[in-house]
């Protein structure tokens, strides 16, 4: 058991690099996960996830970072998403979904017009834990100590927007404001998580511990500390069945995590009937 659990940790130095980054990833996307959770904005999470497509797409096509690239895109998905909300009648969700199916398609097309279209595509919207390197991992640190700052310095604006918009306008904030930071911080946890989980399975990592832990918790701080458990029960898990069973690691993270919230839930489910006869018994 003890070979099987540690040895590929020990033993292989990329698996101690896939480790390091995908723990530091947990706590970026459970911090923002939890409000991203607890404000619904699952389907902003996604369309995050994929509008920084294009941006890493053009980086892979010249030869530049794919981080820059990232961050170039991405703030043009915050920019415009906060645009069509405020000069237009159109819905939040409206206009999520114009940028979502926009910057994918062009994500797509950009990475069509070079010579390794099926080799970057799934790079990129699947990750390559394994194949993470030192400079990864820093992006990873970065943007963990961002984030972890961010929601320390923003908890009660975040808190009262999970609420309601008129919440935080009586606290004397800005909703528009709380909002527009709120997504700046989806856009980060995306572009530090995407060359550990790829765009695409990064939504796994910013929803599924998040989710899991709202599950067993009420409190905030400790709905955060669970997921982050969640998360990395998820990681550690996912490389090792990656290890020993050859499968993709990233996905195999991602599938652990949704896995996670399932079992968790169907333990609510079973043990609910035994509490609720515990007390009729008792009472």
Do not use: C
């Not at 069509?84 to 069509?112: E, H, N, P």
């Amino acid at each position: 058991m003890f070979e099987t659990l540690v040895e590929p940790f020990v033993a292989n130095p990329f698996m101690i690099r896939a480790l390091v980054a995908g723990l530091l990833t947990v706590v970026t996307t459970t911090l923002v996960g939890t409000w991203v959770v607890l404000r619904g904005l699952s389907f902003l999470g996604d369309a995050m996830a994929h509008g920084v497509l294009p941006g890493i797409a053009v980086a892979v096509l010249v030869g530049a970072s794919t981080t820059v690239g990232a961050v170039v895109s991405g703030a043009a998905m915050v920019a415009g998403i906060d645009l069509v909300r405020r000069r237009t009648r159109l819905s939040g969700d409206t206009a999520i979904g114009l940028l979502f199916v926009g910057m994918l398609a062009l994500g797509v097309a950009i990475i069509s017009r070079g010579g390794a279209y099926a080799t970057d595509l799934s790079t990129i919207l699947f990750g390559d834990a394994i194949a993470v390197g030192r400079d990864d991992i820093m992006v990873t640190l970065v943007a963990a100590v961002f984030v972890s700052i961010a929601t320390i310095v923003g908890y009660r604006a975040f808190l009262a927007l999970t609420y309601s918009e008129d919440t935080t306008a009586t606290l004397g904030l800005d909703p528009a404001r709380v909002h527009l930071a709120m997504l700046v911080l989806i856009g980060v946890a995306v572009v530090a998580s995407f060359r550990t989980v790829g765009t695409l399975l990064v939504f796994a990592l910013l929803v599924a511990p998040a989710a899991t832990a709202a599950l067993v918790a009420r409190r905030v701080p400790v709905l955060m500390g669970v997921g982050m458990g969640v998360g990395g029960l998820a990681v550690v898990t996912g490389l090792l069945v990656s290890f020993h069973w050859g499968v993709a690691a990233s996905p195999a993270i991602a599938v652990v995590s949704v896995a996670l919230f399932f079992a968790v839930l169907a333990g609510k489910e079973i043990a609910l009937p035994v509490q609720r006869a515990r007390a009729r018994t008792s009472g």
